[in-house]
């Protein structure tokens, strides 16, 4: 079975950094896109970017590029979400996703609410 | 503003048919499939048509998939009180070099 499971809610100040995972089972996570979204809060999905495991080639969405760092780690199986400095607008939720055919995310983690705020 | 247009809501009566629509331009529904994802309030979201019409192994036949043009709909027929969610289109986008999503639509089930 297809699992995606992310880290947990966080609450953080203006200015800390944060780091949050998704770990993978049930499927070849190397060689499988993984990609994360954004929903803020009563809003729809944004696309921040998306990373091959196997070499971490990473693509960007141009609206979080040098926003945020898409990692991976092969041998635990988990991808990463990391921002420097936080803001109070990048609280949301956060979710992660396998890709399936083309453009397609067909497995979704269960997604991390970030809380900003001073 | 949502690259990709979807009515903010729709409504229909149990066991009616209703149709959710995404509008877009060449760039994106036009030269790309469109995928459908439902999302039931205070839960991730989940695949429900992808490639414009084909449906992941448990979904019911009650949802389908279309595209023509620059337009790509979502039909559910036989409406549920379990349906009621928010339904987002997605696709890519070739001038913007990124996944796109319409703005989701509010399906109520009177």
């Known amino acids: 079975e297809v699992q995606l499971v992310q880290s947990g809610a966080e609450v953080k100040k203006p200015g800390e950094s944060l780091t949050i995972s998704c770990k993978g089972s049930g499927y070849t996570f190397t060689t499988t896109w993984i990609g994360w979204l954004r929903q803020l809060p009563g809003r729809g999905l944004e696309w921040m970017g998306i990373?091959?495991?196997?070499?971490?080639?990473?693509t960007y969405s141009p609206s979080f590029q040098g926003q945020v760092t898409i990692s991976a780690d092969t041998s635990i199986r988990t991808t990463y979400l990391r921002w420097n400095t936080l803001e109070a607008s990048d609280t949301a939720i956060y979710y992660c996703?396998?890709?399936?055919?083309?453009?397609?995310?067909?497995?979704w983690g269960q997604g991390a609410l970030v809380t900003v705020s001073s | 503003q949502s690259v990709l247009t979807q009515p903010p809501s729709v409504s229909a009566a149990p066991g009616q048919k209703v149709n959710i629509s995404c509008s877009g331009s060449?760039?994106?529904?036009?030269?790309?499939?469109v995928s459908w994802y439902q999302q039931v309030t205070g839960t991730a979201p989940k695949l429900l048509i992808s490639?414009?019409?084909k449906r992941p192994s448990g979904i019911p036949d009650r949802f389908s998939g279309s595209k023509s043009g620059t337009s790509a709909t979502l039909a559910i027929a036989g409406l549920q009180t379990g349906d009621e969610a928010d339904y987002y289109c997605g696709t890519w986008d070739s001038s913007l070099f990124s996944l796109v999503f319409g703005g989701g639509t509010k399906l109520t089930v009177l």
């Open positions: 060449s760039s994106n529904i036009g030269y790309n499939f």
């Open positions: 990373i091959y495991p196997d070499d971490s080639e990473t």
């Open positions: 490639e414009n019409h």
């Open positions: 996703a396998r890709r399936g055919f083309g453009w397609t995310f067909d497995y």
